[in-house]
């Protein structure tokens, strides 16, 4: 794999540990609609956009037959628990120093995540280290016409910095990332989840071609080979 000449982050999970969190906020809204979700619908969830993840679950409570709240109703449980929870989030262990190697060799850089503008204010506000990201693709960016799964928030993050995708190397931790950053042309790096049972189900749905990675330290940009 060549150096690269862009490096697209995604944000949740992969430079901020907010995935936990995203996952308890989810899960306490949809107990109060009376499911309990389980880890595989907790993994389908990372990764994707608010709306989309609200779609999801309206669907998962009709089929298990429970009362199906509007999208309205389901946010407006959800998103006072996750506001309350997500400022709290810590830094993924080797997130900052990756993001500095690439400021110090040059590397463009950009964020590709499916959070909203404002949701990532929230996120990234006890995070000044985040700063050095200056081009941004959000969920609700007005260019962007389909979020994660599909190709397009990472084809728009290579637009915008004028590299061609197979020349950017996306860091993702989710399958709807990893199936968005394959389908773009880039060359993708998965990190796994700690857990092994996740890590294998995740392993076991991702795209061919991406590069497992355990430990964000594990990364060499340097790397000419
Ligand atoms: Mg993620």
């Known amino acids: 794999m060549a150096r690269p000449a862009a490096c697209l982050f995604d944000l949740d999970g992969l430079l901020l540990d907010t995935e936990p969190l995203h996952g308890q906020a989810w899960q306490q809204a949809t107990r109060h609609f009376g499911m309990e979700l389980a880890s595989h619908h907790l993994l389908a969830l990372r990764g994707r956009r608010r709306l989309d993840c609200a779609e999801q679950v309206r669907q998962w409570l009709a089929e298990a037959e429970r009362q199906v709240p509007s ?123 700690e857990e092994a049972d996740l890590a294998e189900r995740l392993v076991a749905q991702l795209p061919k071609g991406c590069r497992l990675v355990r430990e964000l330290t594990e990364v060499n940009l340097s790397t000419d080979d």
């Open 71 to 193: 999208t309205d109703e389901l946010l407006a449980v959800r998103q006072p628990i996750a506001e309350r929870l997500l400022p709290s989030a810590r830094p993924i262990p080797g997130a900052p120093e990756l993001l500095a190697r690439c400021l110090e060799l040059g590397i463009a850089v950009a964020l590709v995540t499916s959070s909203s503008k404002a949701a990532v204010g929230l996120k990234a506000a006890p995070h000044p280290w985040l700063a050095g990201i200056h081009e941004r693709v959000y969920g609700d960016d007005p260019e962007l016409a389909a979020g994660k799964p599909a190709p397009d928030p990472f084809r728009l993050a290579a637009a915008r910095l004028s590299v061609p995708p197979p020349r950017c190397w996306a860091f993702e931790d989710s399958l709807a990332g990893a199936h968005s950053a394959r389908a773009a042309g880039c060359q993708v790096h998965v990190l796994l989840p």
